[in-house]
């Protein structure tokens, strides 16, 4: 018995260890999102609570929970608490499988991969049900389209996936990482870096793909009809899962924690310094493409999905697989 | 083994509760709720057998793609009022009759597969794939998926093909008078296609025919 809560202890605290860096870096990734805006658009940004505004954050998130939380009468009470509840979840699980260093991770499992795909192919849900419990027009068409739209996109995240596994020949995130040691598979996989970034933008819902809460057609989509702290919860939710994809990406394309020069005075820094530097270079790119690129029209978000990325992402697929067993390079077993 | 226990009993008591509650939910909403729970539940008995793969498989088609699309239809259709009608209307209907046979069908099969089991356990050692243990699941489904049952695996890719381009043709309407737009066209554009120099008469005005 003993044992048992010495393990539960154990893990209590390492999960502990990993999740309020996430949480306070989400509401500096908040931040930083809106400052690299202004930026661009030689505004100032929050610049006010703190030194440079680095406060803004959690000022918002006191004034979210000091707000009243109101329940439309005719919504669906329950699925409404449970939405935003399932999106900060999701949002947060899909971290025990991420590498932070040589099996410096929570849980090192053989279908890493897949379970983190697995995780952020579930974070529609929350969506939905937002959308539908809310009982209004313009959540359920914010929903209806996030639906369609998140379901897209998966497709050919799952391909582009395909093809990053096939160099490495193991589903684990450790083996991926370190199967990057010699050069990182952003030089020979280049295209799909580059799908598999616009792809994850419009997994979440970011600009030019944030059709689900387009302001100007919807209010906020699928938010519209929530307020106070379980707003919030969906926007830690989102932010969340941005820090997911962009950790995502620098696990497949760009070596992970591994430094980029193996050299002495580079190892010495250690690597989840690295990991996170990937991390908030793909997440400022995010930014600049929020501030860059006007929204899509939905008929051609979809064809980009399914006409373009798809076949493209599955051509490559065949030359991949075909360039690695014409020179015999397939990772054996 | 005893928290092994607690958690096939926590898992299959909440994947029972769960199929039941699927058919006996008045709101149909709340019915596909129950089935992601319930596919969610069964992706977990997965994995505690250590069949990690199938449980994430699972997880990704079944709840992250076709449960998302059940949703998006049982949202968009009023699929309480067709069912009041079926069952409270004074006309017979014809679904259910065809439900009844169909689900008697595959409880009858249910059975036959069940009864196999319980009485030629020989069928389980008669089976001709090595298991080894050294290997991560992923790698022995791999090993004879695309070896020894690549036929197999290949029908019911070609079948599922077949479906898919049933289903678009069944669905697919031409209409006419629409609008559709050609990005090619639109990028190859020249000036001289769309702008046109006129010289305009004083007091005449211009025709045009567009």
Redesign the interface.
Known sequence: MIEYISILFDQTYKILFLLVPVLVSVAMMVWLDRRVWAFVQKRRGPNVVGPFGLLQSLADALKYMFKEIIIPASSNKV?FILAPVTTMTLALIAWAVIPFGDLLVISN???GI??L??VS??G??GI??GG?ASNSKYP?LG??RS??Q??SY?VSI?VIIINVLLCVGS?NLNDIVKAQHNIWFIIPLFPMFVIFFISALAETNRPPFDLPEAEAELVAGYQTEYSGMMYAMFWLGEYANILLMCSLGSILFLGGWLSPIDLYPFTLIPSPFWLIIKILILFILFALVKAIVPRYRYDQLMRLGWKIFLPFSLLWVVITSSYLFYFDLLPG? | MIEHSIFFYFFSIIAIFSAIMVTASRNTVYSVFFLILDFISISCLFIMIGAEFLGMIMLIVYVGAVAVLFLFIVMMLNVAQQKNEWFSSSKNSKHIPIGLLVSLIIFLELIIVVGGWKYKPGIFTSSSIKISSDITNTHSIGNVLYTDYIHLFQISGMILLVAMIGAIILTFRKRDGLKTQSYFKQISREKDDGVELIKVKSKEGVKFDV
């Open positions: 699925i499992i053989n279908v897949l379970y795909f697995a192919s579930l529609v849900y939905i049900m539908w359920f929903a209806i639906a369609a998140m379901v998966e799952g589903l077993n």
